[in-house]
């Protein structure tokens, strides 16, 4: 079974930077996409980023755009999201995904596999 296993969250006041850490184990695939996603309570789940295998293509968010920073190092089956600038509305549980299509969506339904999350919040 594919596990996936998110780092790095914590409590940050606005300005700040955090960068999450997500390890995928058992994963005997390539050419997989990896995202990143948050939720906040009573809210739906919403995209936040994406990468496709090589590094070579990235989407994000608007509300990212220009702050965040997804990558990944295939060796280790790791993707990281660099988070600078954080402000209090990106207080929110982010899971990490891996969507074994290839396709580098936005799309929540589009992804396999899921981690557990790691709480970020941002303090103003």
């Known amino acids: 079974q594919v596990q996936l296993v998110e780092s790095g969250g914590g409590l940050v006041q606005a300005g700040r930077s955090l960068r999450l850490s997500c390890a995928a184990s058992?994963?005997?695939?390539?050419?997989?996409?990896m995202g990143w996603f948050r939720h906040v309570p009573w809210k739906e789940r919403h995209f936040v980023a994406a990468?496709?295998?090589?590094?070579?293509?990235?989407l994000y968010a608007d509300s990212v755009k220009g702050r965040f920073t997804i990558s990944r190092d295939n060796a280790k089956n790791t993707v990281y999201l660099q988070m600078n600038g954080l402000k209090p509305e990106d207080t929110a549980v982010y899971y990490c995904?891996?969507?074994?299509?290839?396709?580098?969506?936005?799309?929540?339904?589009?992804?396999?596999?899921w981690g557990q999350g790691t709480q970020v919040t941002v303090s103003s």
């Open positions: 995904a891996v969507e074994l299509g290839s396709i580098t969506t936005s799309l929540e339904e589009r992804y396999d596999y």
């Open positions: 058992r994963l005997t695939f390539v050419g997989y996409v």
């Open positions: 990468i496709n295998w090589s590094g070579s293509r990235t």
